[in-house]
Nanobody, 124 residues
Framework: QVRLVESGGGLVQTGGSLRLSCVLS????????MGWFRQAPGKEREFVAA????????YYADSVKGRFTISRDNAKNTLYLQMNSLKPEDTALYYC?????????????????WGQGTQVTVTS
């Protein structure tokens, strides 16, 4: 059974940076396109960024384009999200997911496995 565990969240001031990590166990990360989503209180889970199985192709939500970078290290079964120039509106619980579909997915319902999330809070 695939298991995902996120880490790296925290409290940061506006303009600061954080790097999230997501470790996959119980499977081989290189088999799966993966992605990051986030969910703020009272809101639906929203797409942030996704990456294909070998890291060559990426896709970002407009709200984070130019500020966030998704990457992966398949040798370590790990997905990353480098977040720079953080804003208060980036505050949310961040989830990583992986999909058994062969290509990048931006819909949450296309993902088969999820982590428990890591909290990111950006203060003004």
């Amino acid at each position: 059974q695939v298991r995902l565990v996120e880490s790296g969240g925290g409290l940061v001031q506006t303009g600061g940076s954080l790097r999230l990590s997501c470790v996959l166990s119980g499977g081989t990360a290189s088999r799966y396109p993966m992605g990051w989503f986030r969910q703020a209180p009272g809101k639906e889970r929203e797409f942030v960024a996704a990456i294909n199985w070998n890291g060559i192709s990426t896709y970002y939500a407009d709200s984070v384009k130019g500020r966030f970078t998704i990457s992966r290290d398949n040798a370590k079964n790990t997905l990353y999200l480098q977040m720079n120039s953080l804003k208060p509106e980036d505050t949310a619980l961040y989830y990583c997911g992986c999909t058994v579909r062969p290509t990048i997915q931006i819909r949450a319902d296309a993902y088969n496995y999820w982590g428990q999330g890591t909290q990111v809070t950006v203060t003004s």
